[in-house]
């Protein structure tokens, strides 16, 4: 059977040569679009066989001024890890500035809980816009909002195969292509990456920065490089004692963020092991742990409030002039500390 293809308000918008927030316009009426603009806007609506949905009409006749923000757990377990009250906080100032509340929302559960959460919010039309936190491989939530074509933004990447869309990121693979090949330059060649989540785009591409480089200095790469759980402490602590097993025979830590980075460098010293002498220990977010850790930890500085600021003006893009796949990459720099200064193998 043929696959009748569904007309969006893109589609409309194209065909008229308007912009998607035009057409969202005409749909409720809104007086401020002159009668040239409209009739020509009806026409490629009955043209195209177009009938907004429920969804649209009331996004069309009721601005709430309003951004949903979801988080990608629990406020607690996220509001936990440094980066998420640091981009909070670019998300909040900026979104202020620009005229938007923000409501913020949390699940508990799994990504179809997560889904169902945003459905509630555009279903129930209090909010303008979605703005996630993070992104994944084959990402349910994006791919519900592109399917109802809602205004929305991401902190993170689309993922190899996903189509384009509104995000604001770090280019992760050459920020642990640069951090890798610094530790290998020290003369660490026996590293692992230790991280949370595979699923999620951004530990997918610094995984694909860390075995670049090792593979350019002819480290052969395996699947036992890299140690995967969660993004907390507890991981990076428990990896920590299995890298202090000296038939492991590990001399440098790269980790994903720098609360993993501190549990691991805390099982290290616990172990009897110097840092860096023994092993060295690096990582990313540059937060308030890796500068106050009793050995001050070599980190990347992804600018989270930056990363928060630009998702929130894509989002408003998205809302006020329809617009759909575009993206910011937010500078990344790399502050080397005691972790893995003052000492070369």
Do not use: W
Request: with cysteine.
């Amino acid at each position: 059977m043929r696959e009748i293809k569904r007309i969006t308000i893109r589609d409309v918008a194209r065909m008229a040569g308007v912009s998607p927030s035009t057409v969202s316009r005409v749909v409720s009426g809104n007086p401020r679009i002159s009668i040239e603009t409209t009739e020509r806007v009806i026409k490629c609506m009955e043209k195209m066989g177009y009938h907004p949905n429920a969804i649209a009409r009331s996004l069309a006749s009721s601005i709430s001024s309003t951004i949903g923000l979801v988080m990608p757990q629990g406020p607690g377990e996220a509001l936990s890890n440094p980066f998420f009250p640091e981009a909070l906080s670019g998300i909040i100032r900026t979104s202020s500035e620009m005229g938007y509340d923000i409501l913020l929302v949390s699940h508990h559960g799994d990504e179809d809980g997560q889904v169902n959460a945003i459905k509630a919010m555009i279903n129930a039309s209090k909010v303008d816009g979605i703005l996630l936190m993070t992104s994944r491989k084959d990402d349910k939530s994006i791919a519900y909002l592109d399917s109802v074509d809602f205004p929305y933004s991401v902190i993170g990447s689309p993922d190899n195969g996903q189509m384009s869309f509104n995000h604001a990121d770090n280019d992760n693979i050459m920020a642990a292509y640069e951090l890798t090949s610094y530790m290998i330059s020290k003369g660490f060649r026996r590293l692992v990456l230790i991280s949370g989540g595979k699923e999620l785009t951004v530990t997918r591409m610094r995984i694909t920065g860390f075995r670049k480089a090792l593979e350019e200095s002819g480290i052969p790469y395996t699947d036992d490089h890299i140690l995967v759980g969660k993004f907390d402490e507890e991981t990076g602590y428990n990896f920590g004692k299995r890298i202090s097993d000296p038939v492991n025979r590990i001399d440098g830590i790269i980790a994903t963020d720098d609360v993993l980075a501190f549990g691991a460098a805390t099982a290290l010293l616990e172990s009897g092991l110097r840092i860096p002498e023994d092993v060295a220990v690096s990582s990313f977010n540059n937060s308030v742990l890796s500068r106050r850790c009793n050995i001050p930890i070599t980190s990347i500085e992804i600018n989270p409030g930056r990363l928060g600021e630009e998702s929130v003006k894509l989002v408003i893009d998205s809302i006020l002039n329809g617009t759909r796949g575009k993206s910011v990459i937010v500078p990344y720099q790399l502050h080397k500390r005691a972790s893995t200064e003052g000492f070369t193998k």
